[in-house]
C-alpha cells in the first residue's frame, strides 16, 4: 500500500485482561470468569472491565433471564450485571435458568429439585444432583447412583431401565448405562438408546473400555 493509503487493518490495542481462571471461564456472550489471588471469583467482559467483581467462592454461566448463579460463604443465589442480588432464598447451590424460567437448585440440605424464576420448587429437592441436558430434559441423580430423567412436564419420565448415567441428546437419542444390581465391572457396561420419552429405541448392548 502507498504510505498515503489508510492502513487496512484495525489500530492495534492493548487489552489488560484479568487473571483468568482455570475451568469454565467462559460465562457468556462476552463475559469470562475471573479470580483474585485470594481464589474469589467474578466476571469480566471481553474488553477486560470488571462486571462482578471477585468477592464469590463460584460464579456460573449467565441464564436466559440475565443472571448469574453465584456462591458466596452465606449461601448460593443469584446477581445481575450490576452485582445486585436476587433469589436470596437459603439454596446451597444454584445453576442458570433455561428461556423458560427453570432452574437446578438445591436446599439447605443440599439435596436438589428444580425451582422456578420466584426461586419456589416445581419439582422437590430429593437428587444427590441434578443436570439440564438439554432445555427442560433433565437427568436427576440420586444417592444411591439410580438416574432418572425428567421431562418437560417436569415429572418424571417412565423409563422401562434402570439407569446409571443419560449422555447428551444425539439424532434424537439419548446413551443411556444400565444399573446392574450386584455387579461392580469398570471394564464393560450395558448400554442403550432411549429417547426423550423413555422409549428404547436401540436395545441394551455390551460395550468394552480399550486402553
Not at 156 to 176: H, N, P
Request: charged fraction near 25%; include cysteine.
Amino acid at each position: 500500500y502507498p504510505a498515503t493509503s489508510p492502513s487496512p487493518w484495525p489500530e492495534r490495542r492493548i487489552i489488560e485482561i484479568p487473571q483468568i481462571t482455570e475451568y469454565d471461564s467462559y460465562l457468556g456472550p462476552g463475559l469470562f470468569s475471573i479470580n483474585d489471588d485470594c481464589g474469589r471469583f467474578g466476571a469480566s467482559d471481553i474488553d477486560g472491565k470488571t462486571i462482578i467483581p471477585t468477592e464469590y467462592r463460584e460464579i456460573k454461566q449467565i441464564g436466559a433471564d440475565g443472571l448469574f448463579p453465584v456462591t458466596s460463604d452465606q449461601g448460593a443465589y443469584y446477581v445481575d450485571m450490576d452485582n445486585n442480588v436476587h433469589l436470596d432464598l437459603g439454596f446451597t447451590d444454584t445453576m442458570p435458568f433455561n428461556c423458560y424460567g427453570f432452574a437446578g437448585a438445591s436446599n439447605e440440605e443440599g439435596y436438589f429439585g428444580i425451582i422456578d424464576s420466584d426461586g419456589f420448587f416445581v419439582f422437590p429437592p430429593t437428587f444427590k444432583d441434578i443436570y439440564e441436558l438439554e432445555t427442560m430434559l433433565w437427568e436427576g441423580r440420586y444417592e444411591d447412583g439410580k438416574v432418572v430423567l425428567i421431562g418437560p412436564d417436569l415429572n418424571i419420565v417412565d423409563c422401562q431401565l434402570e439407569l446409571g448415567s443419560i449422555g447428551f441428546l444425539t439424532e434424537g437419542l439419548l446413551k443411556v448405562t444400565i444399573m446392574k444390581s450386584g455387579e461392580s465391572n469398570d471394564e464393560s457396561r450395558t448400554y442403550a438408546f432411549i429417547d426423550r420419552y423413555g422409549e428404547v429405541k436401540i436395545s441394551p448392548f455390551t460395550g468394552y473400555f480399550c486402553e
